[in-house]
């Protein structure tokens, strides 16, 4: 029976008294561990970088010791602590090598409080924080993320930068130790000799120089090490898609792939895929810093859905990734909430065009027509095939046109694109291309090829936008002439219904510049017109709105909203938009782009549209 304790209503008295018996829920003991952790981190810290209180009473004791065990003791304290703080994430997410890390370290960290600081606290703190991590060791069985060589580069930058600014206040802990008045530049090249085992300029009185000098010591070995580490441990890459994998994908899609638009991205070959127990669905993801992304709905029958649903969720709860999904239908998004408890949130809309609703009649279609017949006019072509009907010339050009066409340095897109053309299992796939002859033509490799739009099937009588390029010296307009064209050359190519671009939050830009609209809409319209400055959030929409599409509405999928903000940046990441791998300025361009990712959403940018987020 559910009784009202001070005003609680949400919770009954038994749950009370167990949380006051029992202490918090197991669930929750690793945020609590990895806190503690911090928390412990910062203190050997502390304990190894700050002057030791002298009125100590373990002072006398500490007195016969070895004279160097205390500056090794102090370096000992400050590398626990370097080392839990970097452990104090991996605790958090329930990480089975970051819980045994932390075992060895705490005992050390405590006996170097003890021998240096003589902190009888500080020791039984540690220890308290190992007998939790003890007791409670099966809530610590996560398994490693996929991980690559590049995070040694990235360890050795930030941990150096870590230590220079550690080891500066280390150097400078000691004012009434200091020989002199050392400039900042002559503390700054003691702390560059100390980490690599040198006597700096700057002197100290009272053996001091013997506890800098560990200090800096462990600083500088502890980067190595750590960078060394990383650079040759077993590396876990990501999951891909397998021969076999892909080919199940495929026989799936045969049978059910007309229900979702985005059905056919899931033969993405950087995504990885878990399947139902009986194999007649499949949930494809990627995993981006500790995120477990899906996208658009499971593939296969609907009623397969939830065993590929709690297989999805049974490996991001043996890795501890956060689930997610980006893209879901509607019919998807009540599946996933019912099956998992998860929440959804609608992230905006997809535009999709009946072709035999299309015309280009009408007064709301003004603009469109206007454009494409100045276009034509200027002596522009297009044509619509399969690919399967390209000959290998012709879609060479293709490739290489749509590599060398890309508006940014990094390739755009995940949940909405396939990331290659002209694969061989490809073949009913659309191609639209735009084309003119003028002076220019034999001296471009390309001939009179001017824009590429790409579609990949949805089911046998429908197809999805996958890519659009266009040469910057083409007429504007080239989105609106190819779009047109391969909505008017549909029927002969069996196609009934077009799905062109992902707008987000389209609903609330709809609305919020209706009359009538809240303050409250107006203000978020307002925030979005802001961020469209970068994002073009509102000029896609716009631009979608021209072809006047049905709008279906997709959802984001998440466990709570504090993780929201996580996962919109692995999403950024997923699709283009942040880059955190180290650049590679001298990778050689290939003739023949390897398959890569690209983007399905089309950014009007001026009058005419380029292909961004």
């Known amino acids: 029976m559910s009784v009202t304790v001070d005003g609680d209503k949400s919770r009954s008295v038994p749950d009370r008294v167990r949380r006051i018996l029992h202490g918090p829920r197991p669930e929750k003991v690793p945020s609590l561990v990895g806190t503690a952790c911090t928390l412990i981190g910062l203190i050997d810290i502390a304990a190894g970088v700050f002057p030791r209180f002298r009125t100590s009473r373990m002072h006398a004791v500490a007195e016969v010791l070895p004279g160097t065990l205390g500056p090794l003791s102090a370096a000992l304290s400050l590398s626990a602590g370097v080392l839990l703080l970097l452990l104090a994430h991996g605790l958090k997410r329930h990480k089975r090598r970051a819980w045994r890390a932390a075992v060895i370290l705490l005992p050390l960290g405590a006996l170097a409080q003890f021998v240096w600081r003589h902190s009888i606290l500080g020791a039984l703190l540690s220890l308290a924080l190992l007998a939790l991590l003890l007791r409670h060791r099966g809530q610590f069985a996560a398994l490693p993320d996929p991980r690559s060589r590049w995070k040694a580069l990235a360890n050795l930058v930030l941990m150096g930068a870590g230590s220079l600014a550690l080891g500066l206040v280390i150097v400078s802990a000691h004012p009434r130790r200091v020989i002199g008045n050392p400039s900042l530049t002559d503390r700054l090249e003691h702390v560059l000799y100390g980490l690599f085992g040198f ?69 993405r070959r950087d995504k990885g895929v878990v399947f139902s127990p009986s194999g007649k669905a499949a949930v494809c993801y990627r995993v981006v810093s500790g995120v477990m992304l899906a996208s658009g709905d499971p593939i296969g029958d609907v009623e397969a859905w939830p065993g590929a649903i709690e297989r999805f969720m049974d490996e991001a709860k043996a890795h501890s990734w956060t689930p997610a999904v980006m893209g879901c239908s509607e019919t998807g998004g009540h599946v996933w909430t019912r099956e998992t408890g998860l929440d959804a949130l609608e992230l905006g809309d997809e535009a999709v065009v009946d072709v035999a609703d299309f015309s280009l009649s009408g007064r709301a279609m003004r603009n469109v027509r206007q454009m494409v017949k100045r276009i034509e ?20 050009r293709v490739r290489r046109a749509a590599a060398d066409w890309r508006g940014t340095d990094t390739e755009r897109g995940f949940s909405m694109a396939l990331g290659r053309i002209g694969d061989p299992g490809d073949g009913d796939a659309v191609i639209a291309t735009a084309h003119k002859t003028d002076d220019d033509t034999t001296a471009s490799p390309y001939g009179d090829l001017k824009a590429i739009i790409h579609f990949v099937p949805w089911g046998t009588d429908g197809m999805s936008l996958e890519l659009m390029r266009r040469d910057r010296s083409a007429d504007p307009g080239m989105n609106e002439l190819l779009i047109v064209a391969a909505l008017q050359d549909s029927p002969r190519l069996g196609i009934t219904r077009v799905s062109l671009n992902f707008a987000m939050f389209r609903a609330a830009l709809a609305r919020g510049e209706k009359i009538g609209a809240g303050p409250v809409l107006r203000l978020w319209r307002g925030l979005l017109v802001f961020l469209s400055r970068w994002f073009q959030i509102e000029s896609l929409y716009k631009f979608n709105a021209k072809f006047q599409p049905r709008w279906e509405p997709r959802f984001v999928v998440y466990r709570k909203s504090r ?47 380029v292909r961004a987020a």
């Not at 009185?205 to 200090?215: L, N």
């Not at 500088?220 to 994998?245: C, K, N, Q, S």
């Not at 699709?575 to 791998?581: I, K, Q, R």
């Open 199 to 267: 006597e700096g300029p700057v002197g100290y009185t009272g053996g001091v120089d013997w506890t800098v000098g560990y200090s800096l010591g462990a600083l500088g070995m502890l980067t190595a090490l750590t960078t060394v580490y990383l650079a040759f441990r077993p590396e876990h890459p990501a999951a891909r898609l397998t021969e076999d994998d892909e080919n199940r994908l495929r026989a799936l899609l045969d049978k059910h792939g007309a229900r979702d638009s985005l059905g056919h991205f899931a033969l």
């Open 377 to 396: 006019r200027n002596g522009y072509t297009t044509k619509v095939r399969r690919v399967r009907d390209l000959s290998d010339g012709e879609l060479e």
């Open 563 to 609: 993780d929201l903000p996580r996962i919109g940046f692995a999403a950024m990441q997923a699709e283009g938009f942040v880059t955190l791998a180290p650049p590679r300025p001298f990778a050689r361009r290939r003739a023949t782009p390897a398959p890569r990712p690209c983007a399905h959403i089309i950014t009007p940018q001026t009058e005419h549209e």
